[in-house]
């Protein structure tokens, strides 16, 4: 028994030491990370899925448009580390072409973005010639210079409505597509057929309406990648930063969360007095964990790892990216 305190205390002091040891460490790579940006006029821009001492450095923390608009602003900036997927560094690359743009992980991949390629999207042109294609950002570039239009989780409907067209080509996300086609009353066909994002799909309707018996009073919030079942049942649905002023203007106390598990940290450090509970354990999506504060340092330090699209690509993805912010969203 004594034995067995013994060894408790001493597992435990061992962890508060470790704690202790990494917070010092990140400590010093914060202030080092800051000097590094200033010293190469950099500036870090971070998805709200970021690690929360990556979003605490940040100079800004945003949803996919918001992050893409922003590296277009940052006009005095000579580099921008983007913190987040791919397909988001490629916009920001494709955007600002006279910058050096960084990715901390090269690793950080969205899976949902490689399942659309060139050849699939020409398969359906082929298919449907006159029907105009709208592209989720989650898209590599090289796709994007395919379509006509780009949009993201926080506009899909609008950019869908803009089109002159009621039957529209859309992807890669199913259960977006689906989302869409409900706002919009248009016929939307998915390209691929079944495209998904792995991480949202794991969110289920039976562990929200458990929450629900616990919290009977809490908003339901569902990004638009989640399956229709939980679009179903949701009070709210849109993108992570749309999910963040929502909570600030709402008046309810208590939010069950259907996104990547990086968006508490904010929407706690935003609404202090509010309950967030997430609507399944730990979801989190591991391409997007890839980036660690280390590896920012390092991306900063030696100017890795450099986003580069072919121009014939980006001339044309711009155009797509261009079209999606001349619309007032
Ligand atoms: P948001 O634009 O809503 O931040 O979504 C990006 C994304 O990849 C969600 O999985
Ligand atoms: Fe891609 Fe899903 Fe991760 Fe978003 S959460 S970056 S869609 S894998």
Redesign the pocket.
Known sequence: MFLGKGIYLSVRLETVHNRLVYKAKSMTLTDEIIKLKREKKAVILA?N?QRPEIQDIADYVGDSIELSRRAVEEKEAEMIVFS??D?MAESAAILNPEKKVLLPSLGAR????QMLTVHEIKRWKVLYPLVPVVLYV?TLASAKAYCDICCTSANAAEVVNSVNAETVLFGP?RNLAEHVQRETGKTIIPIPERGF????VLFQPEDTRMLKTRYPDAVSMVHP?CTVEMQDIADFIGSTSQMCRYVKKSNAETFIVA??EGILHRLRKENPGKKFVLAYEDVV?P??KLNTLERLYASLKEEKHVITIPEAVAKKARKALERMFELKN
């Open positions: 998805h899925y987040a997927v397909f969205c899976p949902m973005a989650n996300d994002c792995p991480t949202h990648e996104t990547e999506c391409n997007m």
